[in-house]
């Protein structure tokens, strides 16, 4: 098993993000850009926000016999945060490179896989790879992209440096061969379960946004043409919900919960009840380690969103930008650990990054992976 000794800094944030990040404060922000909004306080305003917009999406797809999305549109709020820290991602990728030799996780003739900084774009990262490559190969590398992260998600990223090895790895990752941990700081929710494992359909919806669908949608048509896939999402809580403290350290052994969306017995299992005036208190900040089953885009995100648990810096899906005095310049989320079978020497690879600060500070300890016998 392969762990890296430090999460690198490898950006700096432009001055436009520090405007935006200036305006934010208190769990509330004044927002320059959009002239009609005066406060918006977490996720529950931002719904509010778009109901309209969400109300008339759902009329609409019925009339056509679409599926209806399940989980709420972001609207413009996102866009131009989105906007923001693109901007910040482009300034870095002409800064210069865009990690070092202390961001590589394990390296040999056939792989690299590295440590991805969050606020980057992968594309900036694979230009870094050629400056830091070492083979004994004589031959040119031949690098691919294996998997690809949010530009704000941090954490695994695996480059190839064959053609071969390239593509028995993405052949591995379609046919869901490669286990994956995620870890994930969330606001809002008081949740009541320690394991949950939720199943629904994915899909782009009339905006071209990523949504949740119920699970008997999948296979329908959407109004882009292509049609909703199923998405499986295992999560645990790690720390952060007071309730939940006793009860984690007295058993590990639970029984998750099982949640099917849109079945006629559906589970509800979070109770979500921080709300405009709450106090400090009640901003509870909840680690979760998420294990994917399927790989559809957003996974994790969109999935803690629909279970009352959006990430801290999620504007896109429900997040707040600043939470328990904290102002987030993007989701924390981070892709902690990949186990698969190396596609050349075929031994089994286990890779485990190390934590991101804001859950070591909770006392998050690296994935451990099962003994195998």
Known sequence: MYHASSLARAFTFVSSYSKLGSQIGNGRFRFGLLPGLARVNSSMAAQAMVQKEGDGEVESDQEMDYPVPL???????????????????????????????????????????????????????????????????????????????????SGIMVVTKCREAAAKLTRAFTNREVQKTYLAQCARAHPTWRKIRIESGHGRSRYGAWRVYAKHDIGRRLPGG???????????????TASLLQDMQSSSEHEPLHVVVGSEDEVRPVKNDVAEGSTAEDEQVTVVRAFPETGRTHQIRLHCQYLGLPLCGDIKYGGPLVWQGVSYDSHALHAESLAFTHPITKEPLRVVAPCPNWAAELGVQPFKFPSSE
């Open 71 to 153: 989980s709420p549109f972001a609207g413009e709020l996102s866009k131009e945060v989105e906007l923001q820290r693109a901007l910040v991602a482009e300034a870095a990728m002409k800064a210069g490179p865009a990690i070092g030799r202390e961001n590589v996780l394990f390296e040999d003739d056939w792989l690299m896989i590295v440590n991805k900084p969050r606020g980057l774009y992968c594309e900036h990262v694979f230009a870094t790879v050629p400056s830091l490559c070492s083979s004994s190969v004589e031959t040119e590398p031949h690098l691919h992209m294996a998997n690809r992260l949010d530009r704000d998600t």
């Open 226 to 240: 292509s049609a909703v896939r199923d998405m499986v999402t295992r999560v645990e809580i790690l720390a952060g």
